[in-house]
C-alpha cells in the first residue's frame, strides 16, 4: 500500500516537472525565435549591397561618375559600408566594358547596380532582362523593365539659371557650350543654356561645339582654345572628363595674362576647386546635378524594400537635386544672384517652360 502511494506520488512529481520543462522550453524557443529572427532581420540589411559601373571619364572624372560615387559612398557610410564591403565600381575606359563590368557585379551578388550614363542603356537593359531577380538603375536615361528603376534629371532648368549668369557676366558677347556627345539628353544641356542666355541678351552669340567624348581633355582644351580666341569669355561645358581641359585652358590663358577675363561653367558638381589657379578662380558658376542624391535615396529605398521597379523618377529644381553653385562670391554679383533666384521662382511656379531640345529653342528664342 505504502509503495502504491509512493509510485503515485512519484508519477504526479514527474508530471509536473515535465510540465515545467515543457513550459519552460516552449519560452526559450519563442525567445530564441524572436532573436533569431531579429538577428536574420539585421543580417538581411547588412548583406544588402549596392554597386555602380561608370561611364567613360572615370568615376574620378570630377563630375558625373565621380558624383554618383560620392552618392554610393555617403550610402555606405550611412550603413557601415566601405568600397569592396557592400559597395563598389567597375570603371568602363571604353563602351565595349560596359556589359562585362555590369556581368561580373551581378556575378559578385549585388543587390542594386547603377549604369551610370545614358551610354550604359542598352547593357543595363540587356542585363536587366537576362537577371530578373536583381535590381538595376539607368541614370540619365530610361529603360522600360519591371526591374529597373529609370532616374533622369531636369537638366535644361538648371542650365537656364547659369545661361542667365553667363549672360549677365560676359563682356564681348559671346558666350560658348562645350558639349560631350550630341545626343537628346546634352541637347537639353545646350537648349536650356541658350534659352537662358537670351532671355536677358537675344543679341548674344551662343558658339555650341561638341567632342564627342566625355574623356577626352584634349579635345575639349583645343574647342576652348578656339572659342577663347575667338572672343568667346565664358564656356558652359557639359561634357564629364572632357571638361578638365575647358578648365586647363582657362587656367593657362589666365596664369599668362591675368588681366584677361575668361570664365568656365562647370556642370554637375560644383567644380569651383578646378576653376583654382594661384589666388584667382575661373569657375564663374557650376549647373550642379546631384547624382549622388538620387543614388544615395534609391539605395535606401531598395534596401528597405521600396524599390520602384519600372518607373521614372525625375529629379528637379523643386527637389533641390538641381541648383546652382554660389561658391565663387568674387565673379557672382548680387545682382546676378537676385536674377538666378528670380528666373528660378518662375521656373518652379511654371511661367516659363523652359526647352529641351533645339527645335523648342528655336521657338522658345522666336517669342522673345
Given at each position: 500500500m505504502k509503495n502504491r502511494k509512493f509510485i503515485v506520488l512519484f508519477a504526479l512529481i514527474l508530471s509536473i516537472g515535465m510540465v515545467l520543462a515543457a513550459c519552460g522550453s516552449s519560452d526559450d524557443d519563442s525567445k530564441s525565435n524572436d532573436e533569431k529572427s531579429g538577428d536574420e532581420a539585421s543580417s538581411e540589411d547588412s548583406d544588402f549591397s549596392a554597386a555602380m559601373v561608370t561611364d567613360i571619364g572615370g568615376v574620378d572624372d570630377k563630375s558625373f561618375n565621380q558624383s554618383a560615387w560620392e552618392g554610393l559612398k555617403a550610402w555606405g557610410d550611412e550603413h557601415g559600408f566601405s568600397k569592396g564591403d557592400g559597395i563598389d565600381y567597375a570603371q568602363s575606359n571604353d563602351q565595349s566594358e560596359y556589359m562585362p563590368n555590369l556581368t561580373r557585379l551581378v556575378k559578385q551578388d549585388y543587390n542594386l547596380i547603377f549604369g551610370i550614363g545614358f551610354n550604359l542603356k542598352e547593357g543595363i537593359t540587356k542585363v536587366a532582362k537576362q537577371y530578373p531577380d536583381t535590381h538595376f538603375s539607368i541614370v540619365d536615361d530610361v529603360v522600360e523593365e519591371p526591374n529597373v528603376a529609370s532616374v533622369t534629371f531636369k537638366e535644361h532648368e538648371g542650365s537656364f539659371l547659369v545661361g542667365v549668369a553667363a549672360a549677365m557676366k560676359t563682356k564681348s558677347n559671346k558666350v560658348g557650350f562645350v558639349g560631350g556627345v550630341d545626343s537628346p539628353l546634352i541637347n537639353k544641356f545646350e537648349s536650356g543654356f541658350i534659352a537662358g542666355v537670351k532671355s536677358i541678351n537675344p543679341d548674344i552669340d551662343v558658339d555650341v561645339q561638341y567632342a564627342e567624348s566625355f574623356g577626352a581633355a584634349d579635345k575639349g582644351k583645343l574647342i576652348a582654345t578656339n572659342m577663347y580666341n575667338n572672343g568667346v569669355d565664358i564656356i558652359y561645358h557639359s561634357s564629364g572628363g572632357t571638361g578638365n581641359g575647358v578648365f586647363a585652358q582657362a587656367k593657362d590663358i589666365k596664369q599668362n595674362n591675368p588681366d584677361k577675363d575668361v570664365w568656365v561653367i562647370g556642370v554637375d558638381r560644383d567644380q569651383y576647386e578646378e576653376?583654382?589657379?594661384?589666388?584667382?578662380?575661373?569657375?564663374?558658376?557650376?549647373?550642379?546635378?546631384?547624382?549622388?542624391?538620387?543614388?544615395?535615396?534609391?539605395?535606401?529605398?531598395?534596401?528597405?524594400?521600396?524599390?520602384?521597379?519600372?518607373?521614372?523618377?525625375?529629379?528637379?529644381?523643386e527637389d533641390e537635386a538641381i541648383s546652382v553653385a554660389k561658391t565663387n562670391e568674387d565673379a557672382l554679383t548680387d545682382e546676378i544672384i537676385k536674377a538666378v533666384d528670380e528666373w528660378k521662382e518662375k521656373i518652379t511656379n511654371g511661367e516659363i517652360d523652359v526647352p529641351k531640345t533645339r527645335e523648342e529653342t528655336e521657338e522658345f528664342v522666336d517669342a522673345l
Open positions: 576653376g583654382q589657379i594661384d589666388d584667382y578662380n575661373v569657375t564663374l558658376t557650376s549647373m550642379v546635378k546631384r547624382v549622388d542624391v538620387a543614388v544615395q535615396d534609391l539605395s535606401n529605398k531598395s534596401m528597405n524594400g521600396e524599390f520602384p521597379g519600372g518607373e521614372v523618377l525625375e529629379y528637379g529644381l
